[in-house]
């Protein structure tokens, strides 16, 4: 899909603050640094619409993005970032949960996990929770380009055993550096979109 428009409509820290107007939208979830605004980026072919950074836990806030006025892509803080106190994680806890659990015209969560490494607690947490509220989910595995493609399939096995991987979810190899798999997540979030 080639994305003409695309903007930020909100940092919304309370349901309050979600966007009106129903649209369609996929979230974006996964550890501090696995790539998720890199993600949204390359999908919309901008360098940083969704700002990226080397600083790890930098988006705190559910970012709302729109795309072509049809969909909106949501990032959401990630977890795992050592250095928040336990009340910032119970806090994040609960918003991410409830946007999760309540959004209505939530289509999708594309859940991104490292290509590199077995998937941590956190990990496998969120797409257990993903799957214990029938949320659609499409696996993400980042960092495509670091890893030769001789080891790919042996990095998707340990991924997918460690996460009880439901085949019937999509699995996608992916790299913003390369842009290898960049339709097929197109692809997957249109698929959820139509269901
Ligand atoms: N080589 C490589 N680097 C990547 C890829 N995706 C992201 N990165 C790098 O990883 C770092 C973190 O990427 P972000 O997209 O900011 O990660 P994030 O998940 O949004 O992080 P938070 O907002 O802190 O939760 C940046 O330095 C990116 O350039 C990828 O596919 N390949
Ligand atoms: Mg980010």
Redesign the pocket.
């Known amino acids: 899909m080639k994305v003409h428009h695309a903007e930020i409509v909100i940092s919304a820290v309370s349901p309050a603050q979600y966007p009106e107007g129903g649209l369609p939208e996929i979230a974006?979830s996964?550890?501090?640094?696995?790539?998720?605004?890199?993600?949204?980026?390359?999908l919309i072919d901008r360098k940083n619409l969704?700002?990226?950074?080397?600083?790890?836990?930098?988006?705190q806030t559910l970012n709302f993005y729109l795309i072509e006025n049809s969909l909106l892509f949501v990032?959401v803080?990630?977890y795992g970032?050592a250095k928040v106190s336990k009340t910032e994680r119970a806090k994040w806890g609960q918003m991410i949960e409830t946007y999760l659990t309540k959004r209505e015209q939530l289509k999708a969560v594309v859940s991104?996990v490292d290509l590199r490494h077995a998937p941590s607690q956190e990990d496998i947490q969120m797409y257990q929770f993903l799957k214990y509220y029938d949320i659609p989910v499409i696996l993400v595995a980042?960092?495509?380009?670091?890893i030769p493609r001789g080891k790919w399939n042996k990095h998707e096995s340990v991924i997918k055993k460690a996460l009880d991987f439901d085949n019937n979810d999509e699995f996608i190899i992916?790299?913003?550096?390369?842009k290898e798999g960049k339709e097929q997540a197109w692809q997957a979030i249109q698929q959820a979109i139509a269901d």
Request: net charge positive; glycine share 12%; charged share 25%.
């Open positions: 974006l996964g550890r501090s640094n696995v790539g998720k605004s890199s993600f949204i980026n390359t969704a700002r990226t950074s080397s600083k790890p836990g930098k988006t990032d803080p990630g970032y991104l980042t960092k495509g380009d670091k992916f790299s913003s550096v390369t």
